[in-house]
T-cell receptor, first 109, second 117 residues
């Protein structure tokens, strides 16, 4: 079983739609969680950290469920510019930072 | 800040040749990570350093791969001899890490795209 698993997609949604991604992790001792965004042929960049109580940044909402070992990302009012691959990231302990394979999102006009 | 700087951006080489990829982390960051990305396997963690010391190299695929960090501002990833299956994008990332809680948010370089013919 992979340490971090994501649905690869792709998710094809119209502008203005709400879309949600889930990610599961296998190590119950994992400490920190993040969502990164990667545009085509570019490097991953931090989108947002995920806090235990859930957190929001504009149109983006992240949730953590430690009991079920999954994190989620909700994007409201999708924009064309949201088209990218979204990477779930888990810090398993110490310095080891593991990336999921990513979920591809295409937002259509 | 110039960010994490990697070179070369693109490398095309023939099987059997030695490849050296270079990384300059963000000044003040004390942790450095090497990742490899392919369509099939996604982003794989190869090795990471803290305060120039290798902490975990269990992700290094074979003895053909080696990495060094001689000082806080420079790291290399070397493949010798290279093989076609090594073709991938190699990313370097750096972070400020606390001893008690480990790595914080990673900042990536633009990557080195390697093609081995």
């Amino acid at each position: 079983r992979k340490e971090v698993e994501q649905d690869p997609g792709p998710f094809n949604v119209p502008e203005g739609a709400t879309v949600a991604f889930n990610c599961t992790y296998s190590n119950s001792a994992s400490q920190s969680f993040f969502w990164y965004r990667q545009d085509c042929r570019k490097e991953p960049k931090l989108l947002m950290s995920v806090y235990s109580s859930g957190n929001e940044d504009g149109r983006f909402t992240a949730q953590l469920n430690r009991a079920s070992q999954y994190i989620s990302l909700l994007i409201r009012d999708s924009k064309l510019s949201d088209s990218a691959t979204y990477l779930c990231v888990v810090k398993a302990g110490g310095f080891k930072t593991i990336f999921g394979a990513g979920t591809r999102l295409f937002v259509k006009a | 800040d110039a960010g994490v700087i990697q070179s070369p951006r693109h490398e095309v080489t023939e099987m059997g040749q030695e490849v050296t990829l270079r990384c300059k982390p963000i000044s003040g960051h004390n942790s450095l990570f090497w990742y490899r990305q392919t369509m099939m396997r996604g982003l794989e963690l190869l090795i990471y350093f803290n305060n120039n010391v290798p902490i975990d190299d269990s992700g290094m695929p074979e003895d053909r791969f080696s990495a060094k960090m001689p000082n806080a501002s420079f790291s290399t990833l070397k493949i010798q001899p290279s093989e076609p299956r090594d073709s991938a994008v190699y990313f370097c990332a750096s972070s400020w890490s606390y001893r008690s809680s480990g790595a914080n948010v990673l900042t990536f370089g633009a990557g080195s795209r390697l093609t081995v013919l």
